[in-house]
């Protein structure tokens, strides 16, 4: 079958069919890239704006792009819902590609009433990390989400964890679920205000002050190119800190000290912690990991998340 919707992301290609009688089903990754001459005729639609990298300081590689919707000329995607929801899916393909399980539960958060229409396809699409998603929204953020409110993420999760209520609890079910299992989950971090890290210094900032107008294109995107590589190379660390007399089960994260790094001073800086719902379930869940593997994977202007594997 020739293929007749496709949405790119970055380096990544995912594949919608439309049968005859109508019906928009997802066909998966495409396995090696799409050359530009097989969409000759194809309708080039931008995504929506609801995700953006300008949102970001800094972004990793594999969601520094905007995602772009190749359409058939044959092929009719003009119903509202449908044509919302292509709109919308390309970014939440590009999160769960990228097993960022936070970004992937905040964007179905925005356009849960698009994405719900379309139920079984949206849980296809997000099955493989459903647990980790549901983990990253109802113990990693301030901001509770109560699973009740997002069944189509809470019922896959809830098979995959075998959670049975009447015999535990959902902290409980995620800490036997992660107790053998290697899991990587994406966590915003809190306590960020107590702590002096700071992600854009001004020696930063003031990269571009003397650059002329002739220069200007050609230099910034190399300097931009440079800051993202640059914020990519920070080293990130993620350790339990069991001496912690307001919680021993606390997890402290810090960074490279961006000012003392360009100045040639390597040095970690305490940035924030993880949220202590979620700590308490990845410490208990392997009270012996006492460091995780992890990585900074974007930056906001109030928001430091980082991805680990625990």
């Known amino acids: 079958?020739?293929?007749?919707?496709?949405?790119?992301?970055?380096?990544?290609?995912?594949?919608?069919?439309?049968?005859?009688?109508?019906?928009?089903?997802?066909?998966?990754?495409?396995?090696?890239?799409?050359?530009?001459?097989?969409?000759?005729?194809?309708?080039?639609?931008?995504?929506?704006?609801?995700?953006?990298?300008?949102?970001?300081?800094?972004?990793?590689?594999?969601?520094?792009?905007?995602?772009?919707?190749?359409?058939?000329?044959?092929?009719?995607?003009?119903?509202?819902?449908?044509?919302?929801?292509?709109?919308?899916?390309?970014?939440?393909?590009?999160?769960?590609?990228?097993k960022d399980s936070l970004l992937a539960g905040e964007l179905y958060l925005r356009r849960r009433n698009t994405f719900d229409q379309f139920t079984p396809l949206t849980q296809f699409i997000i099955e493989e990390i459903s647990v980790e998603i549901l983990f990253s929204l109802c113990f990693g953020r301030m901001q509770n989400v109560c699973p009740e409110d997002i069944p189509v993420v809470f019922d896959l999760a809830?098979?995959?964890?075998?959670?049975?209520?009447?015999?535990?609890?959902?902290?409980?079910?995620?800490?036997?679920?992660?107790?053998?299992?290697?899991?990587?989950?994406?966590?915003?971090?809190?306590?960020?205000?107590?702590?002096?890290?700071?992600?854009?210094?001004?020696?930063?900032?003031?990269?571009?002050?003397?650059?002329?107008?002739?220069?200007?294109?050609?230099?910034?995107?190399?300097?931009?190119?440079?800051k993202h590589d640059f914020y990519a190379s920070l080293k990130t660390t993620v350790q339990a800190e069991p001496y912690n007399l307001h919680d021993v089960n606390a997890i402290l994260v810090c960074i490279e000290n961006i000012e003392a790094k360009i100045c040639g001073n390597p040095g970690m800086e305490k940035a924030g912690h993880i949220r202590a719902l979620a700590a308490k379930v990845l410490r208990v869940a392997k009270a012996k990991k006492m460091a995780y593997k992890a990585e900074l994977t974007r930056l906001s202007g109030g928001q430091i998340v980082v991805k680990l594997e625990a």
């Open 158 to 226: 809830r098979e995959k964890l075998s959670f049975d209520p009447s015999r535990e609890s959902l902290e409980q079910a995620f800490m036997r679920y992660f107790k053998d299992k290697t899991v990587t989950v994406t966590l915003p971090l809190v306590g960020t205000q107590f702590y002096c890290w700071d992600p854009e210094p001004e020696v930063l900032e003031r990269l571009c002050d003397n650059l002329s107008a002739e220069d200007l294109l050609g230099a910034a995107s190399k300097i931009r190119k440079a």
């Open 1 to 98: 079958m020739e293929r007749q919707i496709l949405i790119e992301c970055g380096d990544a290609w995912f594949e919608f069919t439309k049968s005859r009688t109508g019906q928009l089903d997802f066909a998966g990754k495409v396995e090696g890239c799409i050359s530009k001459s097989e969409l000759d005729g194809f309708h080039e639609i931008a995504s929506s704006t609801y995700f953006s990298p300008s949102f970001y300081i800094y972004v990793c590689d594999s969601l520094n792009m905007s995602p772009v919707l190749w359409i058939a000329p044959d092929v009719d995607v003009s119903r509202k819902d449908e044509f919302e929801y292509l709109l919308h899916v390309g970014a939440l393909l590009a999160a769960v590609n990228a």
